[in-house]
């Protein structure tokens, strides 16, 4: 509404900007998704390991497109799909991968290149806060779903 007041014509600008920004994220998903499970699944499968990309980066784009419409159909609430997987892989998950993090560093860098105190400790700090927010997260909605 504060475009609109400026201007009625603004409105058109805020559409745009949302649809740019929703269309850009389903756009960018599928790409970050494709990648994502193919690095992943490379390294321990010799079977995606033969495939070209654009053949595996095919597959999954099929995976997705196929069940993501059929979830989308068939649930009555397509939040109760993404709130979970939030939970898990925005928040706590990213708490451990600090954790990670902390690890590869220490276990495969030369002296040199790793990490100094003060960052360490920032990332141990963030790594806590997060893990624990999201095991609270995990937990309230558990309480809520049973």
């Keep these: 509404q504060f475009l609109t007041n400026i201007h009625p014509a603004l409105r058109w600008v805020y559409v745009l900007g949302i649809f740019a920004a929703i269309g850009g994220t389903v756009y960018g998903a599928y790409e970050v998704y494709a990648r994502t499970a193919y690095e992943c699944l490379a390294v321990v499968s010799a079977r995606v390991r033969a495939l070209s990309y654009q053949r595996f980066r095919g597959g999954v784009l099929i995976y997705t497109g196929v069940f993501g419409l059929l979830l989308l159909w068939t649930m009555s609430d397509p939040v109760a799909i993404i709130t979970p997987a939030s939970i898990l892989g925005g928040v706590f998950t990213c708490g451990l991968w600090c954790f990670a993090m902390i690890w590869t560093d220490r276990r495969f860098l030369p002296r040199a290149f790793q990490m100094g105190r003060g960052l360490i400790t ?23 779903v049973l």
């Design 122 to 144: 920032l990332l141990s700090i963030s790594g806590t806060l997060l893990t624990a927010l999201g095991a609270k997260a995990i937990l309230d909605y558990l309480g809520q």
